[in-house]
């Protein structure tokens, strides 16, 4: 992690490249203790955050770090990286300068936390995003019970769900992105940030630069789906969507039942309640709905396996808890969704 201060800009550089820039508690710690310290520094006007080397932001979170952790049995490492992510998370979304995330590249998971709560969301041709929790036993958090429902009609519950990498014009179709700009442009872009005007209204100062260097894309999908996406998972649970898309013939309803098997039932089960509960809640509920839903999802056995078959083992084999959503216990699911004891609740 790298922090340096350049004319305007407070600069934060993810910088694991070889591991796609992804986060680490330490990491994590580093940028809430600077962003406090910029926040207060009024020499500077605009955080601009992005990550080293031209494949990634950030990959997500240290999913192995984490593995490793529950191995030796480290419980309090696995409270306190969920629990000061998501408060980092919140306090991106409540940073009172303009927060301005570079997301070039690879931008997943804990990547989507610290870049998605930014007043200013910048994908270029080489974005792809994703929520692919569902794949190794857990669910899209970092806020995802927030953002998510909030993308045009069902879309929000597609992507949670099947954990679909979408590109630049699709992140700007659903709004998780602000602006798009050229992968060569971003060093044009920067520059002007650097030197732009410290008026009154910073964040109409940096609009106006984004909106300079916009540029448009053409890699999406989703917009020619929407009215399939909407009639699959617009259903009132996750049987009725497995239901909906087995009695479809379309290439795309097929093509995702299919993916949507290799994901773990369970994990699949809690990431629908909580982009549904989700759609009535303000970010810190959501926040502190996920705290608990982590807290007890890493004590259960498909994430364990998850992780195992896709980064530790990756024979992409997971055995899940169980065979099928169908064996899911709808009881299970709402366990999950219970209260923490009140010293152990996420507060923010």
């Keep these: 992690m790298v922090f340096s201060r350049t004319g305007a800009i407070g600069h934060i550089m993810l910088n694991r490249p070889k591991a796609l820039n992804a986060l680490d508690l330490s990491m994590v710690d580093a ?20 990550g080293a080397g031209e494949k990634a932001f950030c990959a997500g979170g240290d999913i192995r770090g984490l593995y490793d952790a529950r ?4 419980d309090a490492l696995l409270d306190a990286f969920y629990r000061r992510e998501y408060c980092l998370n919140n306090y991106i979304a409540a940073y009172p300068k303009p927060y301005v995330a570079l997301m070039d590249g690879i931008t997943m998971g804990g990547g989507v936390g610290v870049s998605i709560h930014g007043r200013f969301r910048v994908v270029t041709e080489r974005t792809l995003f994703a929520m692919p929790e569902t794949g190794i036993g857990f669910f899209p958090d970092v806020g995802g019970g927030y953002f998510l429902p909030r993308c045009p009609g069902e879309i929000g519950m597609y992507l949670g769900l099947t954990g679909a990498r979408i590109k630049a014009e699709d992140c700007l179709y659903t709004g998780l992105a602000t602006h798009g700009v050229k ?10 940030l650097v030197n732009m005007d410290r008026g009154d209204n910073a964040f109409a100062v940096v609009q106006k630069i984004l909106d300079t260097h916009n540029s448009e894309f053409h890699d999406g999908m989703l917009e020619s789906v929407r009215g399939e996406i909407d009639e699959l998972f617009g259903k009132k649970s996750v049987i009725d969507i497995f239901a909906g898309m087995s009695s479809s013939t379309s290439t795309f309803a097929m093509e995702t039942a299919k993916i949507l098997r290799t994901k773990s039932p369970i994990a699949v089960c809690l990431a629908y309640e909580q982009i549904r509960q989700g759609r009535d ?19 259960k056995p498909d994430l364990f396996e998850g992780v195992r078959a896709v980064i530790v083992d990756k024979d992409h084999s997971p055995q899940w808890q169980h065979a099928d959503v169908g064996q899911v216990d709808p009881r299970e699911v709402a366990e999950y969704f219970d209260p923490l004891p009140t010293e152990k609740e996420l507060k923010l």
């Design 31 to 50: 940028m809430a203790a600077q962003l406090r310290v910029w926040e207060n520094d009024s020499s500077v006007a605009v955080v601009v955050i992005e």
């Design 71 to 74: 191995k030796r049995g480290d």
């Design 183 to 192: 992968a060569d442009q971003i060093a044009s872009l920067k520059a002007d």
């Design 281 to 299: 809640m303000t970010l810190e509920q959501v926040l502190v709905m996920e705290f608990r839903l982590a807290q007890r999802t890493v004590c």
